[in-house]
Nanobody, 127 residues
Framework: QLQLVESGGGLVQPGGSLRLSCTAS????????IGWFRQAPGKEREGISC????????NYADSVKVRFTISRDNAKNTVYLQMNSLEPEDTASYYC????????????????????WGQGTQVTVSS
């Protein structure tokens, strides 16, 4: 069974940075597109970024564009989300997800294609 584990969350002040990691065990990620999602209390889950299986194409929600960067290292079976200039509005539980790679040059920021999900890691941005 494919297992995804997120790490790197925590408490950070506004303007600070965090790097989240998503590591797979039991399977290799090189056949999968990867998405990062977040969900804050009382709000719907938001797809904030995704990356194609080779890492050649990425996509970002407007709310995190420029500030966040997704990357992957297939040799390490790991995907990263670098988060800079964090704001209180970024406070949420962050999840990574893996799904079959259908397109070489496109990835999805909607939940439907993703069938494996991590347990989530909490990010809190507060002064």
């Amino acid at each position: 069974q494919l297992q995804l584990v997120e790490s790197g969350g925590g408490l950070v002040q506004p303007g600070g940075s965090l790097r989240l990691s998503c590591t797979a065990s039991g399977f290799s990620l090189d056949d999968y597109q990867i998405g990062w999602f977040r969900q804050a209390p009382g709000k719907e889950r938001e797809g904030i970024s995704c990356i194609t299986k080779s890492g050649g194409h990425t996509n970002y929600a407007d709310s995190v564009k420029v500030r966040f960067t997704i990357s992957r290292d297939n040799a390490k079976n790991t995907v990263y989300l670098q988060m800079n200039s964090l704001e209180p509005e970024d406070t949420a539980s962050y999840y990574c997800a893996a799904g079959p790679a259908v397109f070489r040059t496109m990835c999805a920021r909607v939940s439907a294609p993703y069938n494996y999900w991590g347990q989530g890691t909490q990010v809190t941005v507060s002064s």
